[in-house]
């Protein structure tokens, strides 16, 4: 058997490259999200402990006024204090806007809290000093002697560069870094994730009774206990992204067991008159067995060392493309543990193995005499075909009553496994549903298909097994594709909705005092501007919050400038951004809204996107000034206007003015590049599974070819031209790739519904299912092309092989 095993394997080599390809793609996508998720971990876990070098104790999330308190007493008691956080301000240099949410971090007064590690310059020692992360620097091209402004109108902090820094840990690092007298401004906007205590006297106990002094009930933790549970907390998160796309090298591999296993039920179909003679000549059962194992075992051994290679090679080349064109990124160093490498190589050499087990036990049940009789065992009327029937419409009803506790109960799982069912099951019933299909089409056809197309069409249907096992991997592909494709455009039309709320002005110029009359003609004239309008207000005082610019809404012409609609208040409201809301002052109060003598006691309510003001009817406005002013300025944005170059032309407009700028188109730009990484990621994963798909459709056409050559020469001697037989297959391929991608795209549209049922509409209001035809359509294109050329090669091929070698062949 030694002798039939190699002259197997030297004769049939061609007709393992599409499953070697397929396991080979898994393998490296595997190692490469390893790779990946490797190096995210390394960046983000590495030199946690650092900021908290010589603190006895550490007090996690303490509310920025509790770090207030603490930073104020550390003097007192001898002590040294330093927190960690971070708040969120524009960025500008030179009137033009860096960024417009750059992390603004503290750097301790005291060398003992000075974590950052200095490359350049020196550390602030006075107001107004700042320094910067050396990233953040090359990013914006920034360097030591820069004058920044931080912020925007009145809480803006304009700031000398004094030095340039590198920060040892990922996880808490800034882009600029200020002395805490500076950042304390924006205390009501300051997230602080820790602040380190260092006592006059080492020790935990006595920093932590320090700490309790001035904040009682606080509970502190010692340094390890702290930066354990933070290296928990990043490692649960990297966990997270990475089972995410392992979720998708799953999916590749499925299909790569589907390539590999109809490969060898083709392959084995074919053989089994091989097999049958060699049992005719005395081999035993479980040497032919042994014989197969052995070639998927051979095939798996070859798949695990190139796939591991390859998958090393990426993973380690990405990161490094990522070190080089993105260093902001902080990425660590790649390290595929041993784990993964036996993962790999057992995928490698298992799903070999195992796709070749069934078809195995199927050639050598029969007898060497029933193996060389022509093979009905395809057939649906058959006691397998029968069961397999029944085993996919039970599959199909429990996939059913998943998706109704799914929809029922919004529950994630059971979504899942609602899907998973009701596709196997859809697989199970490949063999009668891809048939009936591929008749249905060719009928609707049959005038334009002319004798190659009609003899294509009962190509198609002649072994039901064959042709779904063609049409499973592309339906696969084609059905997550479309499921991902119609979700995402779901989820992106409800967040715009819910943008349009939260963010209905694009950029708005607002000052608590009036504005001059030409700021709307100069905010129309900047490049990237398709509309400004004036809105009146007056300057007010509002309750314990001093004087607050009331804006009158909806000014006239508001849909010109409006993305959805401000709220508005009603005739004894007030609406405060939420930023004012707290400190005593809660949404339902009532509040005395003062304009000179002028006194009204309005309701309070929460809103944002318009900018630090507060809105009013019409009617109130005219009741606190009757002769209201320009107070601020609304503009809408180009399609194809840059959010940060629009916000720094509208910075260098309103800044002299002593005015605010809230720019809403960064912040939608950032969710819709959110989404477009997203979704270019997530297509990206899937063409890959596309991909072993399409090789699939070509190797189990290609073999379908080998298995017909007599048939084919035999048309060839009837009168079919080489043209009409290339016609016919191309037209067997196409009618196979257009029902499987119609079936999946139905498959897919169907399981994004219920994904945007469930999962979306409990999370945003409103949320519906959107269908992108134009993506659709391209899908639906592709697939047909695809099947097209899946068909050229085995096309080819049974073309030039001549009619009288053809039936020669056995």
């Given at each position: 058997m030694?002798?039939?095993l ?8 061609r007709?393992?490259?599409?499953a ?9 996508l595997?190692?490469?999200t ?6 995210v ?9 650092e900021p ?12 920025p006024d ?7 007493a550390?003097?007192?008691q001898?002590?040294?204090a ?9 960025l500008?240099h ?13 750097v ?5 809290g000075?974590?950052?590690e200095?490359?350049?310059g020196?550390?602030?020692?006075r ?5 910067l992360?050396n990233?953040?620097?090359k990013a914006?091209?920034l360097?030591v ?9 009145s809480s ?9 820094v590198?920060s040892p840990?990922?996880?808490?690092v800034?882009s600029?870094?200020?002395l ?33 002094a001035?904040?009682?009930?606080a509970?502190?933790d010692t340094?390890?206990?702290?930066v ?5 907390d990043?490692?649960r998160?990297?966990d997270?992204i990475a ?28 053989r ?10 005395g081999a ?14 051979a095939?798996g ?17 990405l990161v ?6 993105w ?8 390290e595929?543990g041993?784990v ?6 057992t995928?490698?050499?298992?799903v070999?193995?195992v ?5 195995t ?23 397998t ?15 059913t ?7 029922a109960?919004?529950?994630?799982p059971?979504?899942?496994a609602g899907?998973v069912a ?6 199970l019933?490949g ?12 009928r609707l056809?049959?005038r334009?298909?002319?004798?190659a ?9 002649r072994?039901?097994r064959?042709?779904?096992a ?9 059905t997550l ?11 992106r ?19 608590a ?20 309008l004036?809105?009146t207000?007056t300057?007010?005082?509002?309750a314990a919050?001093?004087d ?24 004894r ?7 004012l ?5 809660e949404v ?9 003598e ?5 309701r309070?309510?929460?809103g ?13 406005l005219?009741?606190l ?9 609304w503009?809408?944005a180009?399609e ?18 002593g ?7 960064a912040?939608?730009a ?6 477009d ?7 990206g994963?899937?063409g ?10 070509a ?19 009837l ?9 016919m ?9 257009t ?20 999962l979306?509409?409990p999370?945003?209001?409103?949320a519906?299912?959107?269908?992108p035809?134009?993506q659709?359509?391209a ?27 053809g039936?020669?062949?056995?």
């Amino acid at each position: 058997m030694r002798t039939v095993l190699l002259a197997s394997l030297r004769t049939h080599t061609r007709r393992y490259g599409a499953a070697l390809l397929a396991v080979l793609v898994g393998v490296v996508l595997v190692l490469v999200t390893a790779s990946l998720s490797s190096a995210v971990r390394d960046g983000l876990t590495s030199g946690l402990a650092e900021p908290y070098d010589g603190a006895d104790a550490v007090l996690g999330h303490p509310s920025p006024d509790d770090a207030a308190r603490l930073l104020a007493a550390a003097p007192e008691q001898g002590a040294d204090a330093w927190l960690l956080g971070w708040t969120l301000q524009q960025l500008s240099h030179d009137g033009r806007v860096v960024s417009t949410d750059s992390d603004i971090g503290p750097v301790a007064d005291e060398p003992a809290g000075r974590w950052q590690e200095l490359t350049s310059g020196r550390f602030p020692d006075r107001p107004g000093e700042a320094v910067l992360d050396n990233n953040a620097a090359k990013a914006a091209h920034l360097a030591v002697g820069d004058r920044l402004r931080i912020g925007t109108g009145s809480s803006a902090l304009d700031v000398t560069v004094v030095g340039l820094v590198d920060s040892p840990s990922t996880y808490v690092v800034a882009s600029v870094y200020v002395l805490w007298t500076d950042l304390a401004r924006w205390q009501d906007h300051l997230y602080v994730s820790s602040l380190a205590w260092a006592g006059p006297e080492p020790g935990y106990d006595g920093a932590r009774d320090a700490i309790r002094a001035v904040v009682p009930g606080a509970e502190p933790d010692t340094v390890d206990a702290f930066v354990q549970e933070v290296q928990k907390d990043v490692n649960r998160g990297v966990d997270v992204i990475a089972i995410v796309a392992l979720l998708f090298a799953a999916v590749a591999l499925l299909v790569a067991v589907l390539v590999i296993n109809n490969t060898f039920t083709i392959l084995f179909a074919q053989r089994s008159r091989d097999f049958a003679l060699l049992r005719c000549v005395g081999a035993t059962r479980r040497q032919v067995v042994r014989s197969v194992r052995l070639e998927s075992l051979a095939l798996g051994l070859l798949a695990a060392v190139l796939g591991t290679a390859g998958g090393l090679a990426a993973g380690q080349g990405l990161v490094a493309l990522i070190h080089g064109q993105w260093p902001e990124a902080r990425l660590g160093d790649a390290e595929v543990g041993t784990v993964w490498l036996v993962v790999a190589a057992t995928l490698a050499v298992g799903v070999p193995v195992v796709a070749a087990w069934l078809p195995t036990r199927r050639v050598v049940r029969v007898s060497p005499l029933a193996a060389l009789r022509p093979d009905d065992s395809t057939q649906v009327g058959t006691a397998t075909g029968r069961t397999r029937v029944a085993a996919g419409v039970l599959l199909l009803l429990a996939g059913t009553a998943a998706f109704a506790v799914a929809l029922a109960a919004a529950v994630p799982p059971a979504l899942v496994a609602g899907g998973v069912a009701t596709f196997v099951g859809v697989l199970l019933l490949g063999p009668v549903l891809v048939p009936a299909l591929v008749r249905g089409l060719a009928r609707l056809g049959r005038r334009l298909m002319g004798p190659a197309g009609r003899l294509a069409a009962g190509n198609a249907v002649r072994n039901p097994r064959r042709t779904a096992a063609t049409t499973a991997s592309l339906l696969i592909g084609v059905t997550l594709t479309t499921a991902v494709l119609t979700g995402l455009a779901s989820s992106r039309s409800a967040l715009a909705d819910e943008m349009d709320d939260q963010h209905p002005v694009d950029i708005a110029i607002t000052s608590a005092r009036a504005l001059p009359a030409d700021t709307v003609d100069r905010a129309r004239a900047v490049d990237g501007v398709a509309a400004a309008l004036p809105v009146t207000g007056t300057t007010a005082e509002v309750a314990a919050l001093g004087d607050v610019a009331v804006l009158g809404v909806p000014p006239a012409g508001a849909d010109s400038v409006l993305h959805g609609k401000v709220r508005t208040p009603g005739p004894r409201a007030i609406v405060l951004p939420w930023d004012l809301i707290g400190d005593g002052l809660e949404v339902g109060d009532r509040v005395a809204v003062t304009v000179g003598e002028r006194t009204v006691r309005l309701r309070v309510r929460a809103g944002d996107g318009w900018g630090e003001a507060a809105l009013v009817a019409p009617g109130t406005l005219a009741r606190l000034d009757p002769s209201p002013r320009l107070h601020a300025v609304w503009v809408r944005a180009d399609e194809d206007a840059d959010p940060e170059d629009l916000a720094g032309s509208m910075e260098a407009i309103g800044s002299p003015l002593g005015a605010g700028i809230e720019n809403g188109l960064a912040d939608r730009a950032y969710v819709d590049l959110q989404l477009d990484v997203l979704s270019g990621g997530v297509v990206g994963l899937l063409g890959i599974s596309v991909v072993i798909a399409l090789v699939g459709i070509a190797n189990t056409l290609g073999l379908s070819v080998l298995e017909r050559g007599r048939e084919h020469a035999l048309l060839r001697a009837l009168g079919l031209t080489r043209r009409q037989v290339r016609r016919m297959l191309a037209a067997e391929a196409v009618l196979l790739a257009t029902v499987a991608t119609a079936l999946g795209t139905v498959l897919g549209v169907v399981f994004a519904w219920l994904g945007v049922r469930s999962l979306v509409e409990p999370v945003v209001t409103g949320a519906s299912l959107v269908l992108p035809w134009t993506q659709l359509g391209a899908v639906v294109v592709l697939a047909a092309l695809a099947g097209l050329a899946a068909s050229v090669l085995p096309a080819r091929r049974a073309a030039r092989t001549a009619p009288a070698a053809g039936l020669a062949l056995e």
